[in-house]
């Protein structure tokens, strides 16, 4: 299965570190992010779950829940969730699924056989609360992921989702944004955007972030 930006998340049940998981039901009206692991007790995966938990309250501002997935059994999740909390100084505060039998990881496309026939690349999917997939990024194995990307993308799409505008090239909460083209009525764009807008070019306007205060999130 080849899933799209736009596309529904797949619904699924499976085992995990928390007990068994149907993803629609854990999700609920959350934000998610799913991503995937190659195996337990590898290196890179360690740093990437130590920083997840440490993020936790990030996410929860946002409204997101994070959930990983590698195609190892629970029996080893658990033991190496002790090595996460000892290594990275923090307590996995998140499910981590269970994928024996590759169902999610097939559900997912998480498996690409030119880089290995078995185990799951380092997939990453944002998907909202419509359960609509809204982000994917995929990694080599060998390189850990930007997690500050992450949260950056998410703070993007809910701000373009709530207001009529595109966020720039390494845009960052609290910088200038871009109206839509699409958004040409002048008593609109007043009313939206109440401290105004430069015209760089017609289809290029740059106004204030419209989210007045990010730190009450």
Known sequence: MTLRLGDTAPDFEQDSSEG???FYDWLGDSWGVLFSHPADFTPVCTTELGL?????????KRGVKAIALSVDPVDSHHEWIKDINETQGCAVNFPIIADHDRKVSQLYDMIHP????????????VI????KVRLMISYPASTGRNFNEVLRVIDSLQLTDEHKVATPGNWERGGDVVIV???????????????????????????????????GD
Do not use: C, H
């Open 52 to 60: 997840t938990a440490k993020l936790k309250d990030e996410f929860a």
């Open 181 to 215: 083209p699409s958004l040409q009525d002048e008593e609109e764009i007043k009313q939206r955007f109440p401290k105004g807008y430069k015209a760089v070019k017609s289809y290029l306007r740059m106004t204030p972030d419209p989210k007045a205060n990010w730190s």
């Open 20 to 22: 068994k998981i149907s």
């Open 114 to 125: 030119n880089a290995d026939s078995s185990l799951t690349v380092r997939s990453l999917f």
């Open 128 to 131: 909202d609360p419509n359960k």
